[in-house]
């Protein structure tokens, strides 16, 4: 699978805390150059939009059921559906903004760079000359 924004895929990506799928031709667009770092951030942008575009609706249909279950004096069966659709709202706002934070492309170049730093401390490199010298 392709790190998170490194394509534009030409086709359905449905991505998620959980894991994605795609659908489609499996060509991408633009594979010689273009602003990558543009399109990552244009992909996290999306994300938080349509998470910011599904808490409205949410508030509306619910708020709109709850008014419905008021008016005909039933039972508060509204909560069963503000509770499990509130369960998928959680798990989108993990992916769109928790998860970035916690395992998202920065942190692998930030824990990458660590890595190095800490490899390069620890290990020098000698000529071929002073090897036989150091031994």
């Given amino acids: ?50 998470f910011y575009r599904h808490i409205v609706t949410f508030g509306v249909v619910v708020g709109g059921l709850a008014l419905l279950d008021w008016l005909t004096g039933g039972g508060w069966w509204v909560q069963w559906v503000a509770g499990i659709w509130g369960a998928i709202l959680l798990l989108q706002f993990i ?19 660590r890595e190095v730093e800490r490899r390069r401390g620890r290990t020098t ?9 150091a031994t």
């Avoid at 959980?18 to 602003?35: F, L």
């Avoid at 992916?95 to 760079?113: N, Y």
């Avoid at 490199?125 to 010298?133: E, I």
């Fill in 1 to 50: 699978m392709v790190a998170d924004g490194d394509d534009e895929f030409e086709g359905i990506d449905i991505d998620g805390p959980w894991g994605g799928v795609r659908i489609g031709s499996g060509r991408y667009r633009d594979r010689d150059g273009g602003d990558r770092e543009l399109r990552r951030i244009r992909r996290r942008v999306r994300q938080r939009l349509d």
């Fill in 95 to 113: 992916g769109a903004f928790i998860s970035p934070m916690l395992w998202g492309r920065e942190v692998e170049e930030r824990m990458v760079r």
């Fill in 125 to 133: 490199v000698l000529p071929p000359d002073d090897r036989d010298r």
